[in-house]
């Protein structure tokens, strides 16, 4: 990973997984880590991690992320990792699986786009980094429509910002 020496890194569900794993290779890489995630306990497993500070956080919550995003201040990178993979195909998934699917899946890498991306701007530098899959772009994985869909939606996202803002 190139040198991020002191850049300011949010990354939304940090608490396991490749939000984990992510928090780590930032920190080793020096940036300065905020780890967020619902899960309070699960958070604690990072406290002492060099470089590294938690703070718990619901990315459904566009009040909660517009307001940690108002007391950390400046941000360098945005990692949006916070995600949901539910089962079924299309015909036995019910509305309310793709419809968590699309709010924690896009709606909150939206939300967090929303309230970081003024600052950049402003600043003329900055990252944002939206987890999406392949199986939603190169492959297909088997009873996953919602998270296939709403992934796709993530990278519909992504490449919109970059005709915008590149």
Partial sequence: MADLNGKITLITAAAQGIGRASVEAF????AKVIATDINAEKLKDLDGLANVTTRVLNVLSADEVNKAVAEIGRIDIL???????????????????????FDLNVWAQV??????????????????????????????????AAYSISKAAVIGLTKSMAADYT
């Fill in 27 to 30: 920190a080793r890489a020096g």
């Fill in 79 to 101: 990692f949006n990792c916070a995600g949901v993979v539910h089962s079924g195909n299309v015909l036995d998934m019910p509305d309310k699986d793709l419809e968590f699917a």
């Fill in 111 to 144: 939300r967090a786009i929303k309230a970081v991306l003024p600052q950049m701007l402003e600043r003329r530098d900055g990252a944002i980094i939206n987890m999406s899959t392949v199986a939603s772009s190169v492959t297909a994985v088997p009873n996953r």
